[in-house]
């Protein structure tokens, strides 16, 4: 079976609609799938009927945003419960911190020329508007080509549109998740770009405060990264978790289900599932 538990629709930075989004995982072959839109649960119920009446196994996933010390992680959330009480509150938290971030985005691009950017970005989003919102606007409005240089000039990483938020420690994350009835995961790993050390730090302090799998395989990876990972996770007895990280149509290296094979030795996060 071809299992992907790590996309993204319209109600956080997708270019898919969820039931469009699942639609699409059918013809390519997905069997199981998690819809992991960023700090929203907003898509839940409408990609799952879109996957029961597809015969696709659905789990409820969300992808919440957290930082380690001063660094910006990412952790999946999977089978959850979502009407928990909790968990609902930190997802409520997580929107009102994109909210103000978002606020803040669009007075530095009213500086730009870009008038009314918090609206007009919400009007282009589902749920709460992220960062390729803002980035379709500057090329709506002139200022740059495409979407790609709308990032490396005005909101990519250090850039006047980088706002860096205190998003929760791992801690509160994993606990909100678990207190759901949920696994924890810690996503995209090799991304961080951490030295082994670091990373190796990173995933003790994640599987000490609870965390119970990392992402072997995210989309397309250089050759010996998924083995590199694996033996991370084995040695922190963690379950292996995979997905495409799939955003839009058009990005061969993230599209749904084209996950390359698990290392051998590696029990994967789904195994309860099946």
């Not at 538990?5 to 059918?26: E, F, I, K, N």
């Not at 924890?184 to 190796?200: D, E, I, S, W």
């Not at 990392?214 to 250089?222: A, N, R």
């Not at 799939?246 to 195994?271: D, N, S, T």
Request: aromatic fraction near 6%.
């Amino acid at each position: 079976m071809t299992v992907d538990l790590h996309m993204h629709s319209t109600c956080s930075d997708g270019a898919l609609s969820p039931r469009a989004l699942v639609q699409r995982a059918c013809e390519q072959g997905v069997s199981m799938l998690a819809l992991t839109d960023h700090d929203t649960l907003a898509g839940i119920a409408e990609a799952k009927a879109e996957a029961d009446a597809l015969s696709i196994q659905f789990i409820n996933g969300i992808e919440f945003s957290s930082r380690w010390g001063k660094i910006g992680v990412h952790i999946v959330g999977l089978n959850m419960d979502i009407s928990g009480v909790q968990l609902r509150e930190r997802v409520a938290q997580q929107a009102r911190a994109r909210r103000e971030r978002n606020e803040i985005i669009a007075q530095k691009l009213d500086k730009l020329g870009v008038k009314n950017a918090y609206e007009r970005a919400c009007a282009l989003a589902s749920d709460e508007p992220g960062r390729p919102h803002f980035a379709q606007l500057l090329v709506e409005d002139g200022l740059v080509i495409d979407t790609a240089r709308a990032f490396k000039k005005y909101l990519g990483s250090g850039k006047m549109g980088d706002i860096r938020l205190q998003w929760p420690q791992i801690g509160e994350i994993v606990a909100s998740i678990k207190a759901a009835g949920g696994v924890a995961v810690l996503a995209h790993p090799a991304k961080y770009g951490l030295t082994r050390t670091k990373l190796r730090a990173l995933v003790a302090d994640f599987a000490e405060s609870g965390g119970e799998a990392m992402e072997i395989i995210s989309g397309h990876q250089v050759a010996g990264v998924a083995q590199n990972l694996t033996n991370i996770a084995q040695e922190f007895g963690l379950l292996a978790s995979q997905g495409s990280d799939f955003h839009r149509p058009g990005q061969p290296w993230q599209e749904l289900g084209a996950i390359a094979p698990m290392p051998a030795g590696i029990v994967p996060v789904w195994r309860n599932w099946l």
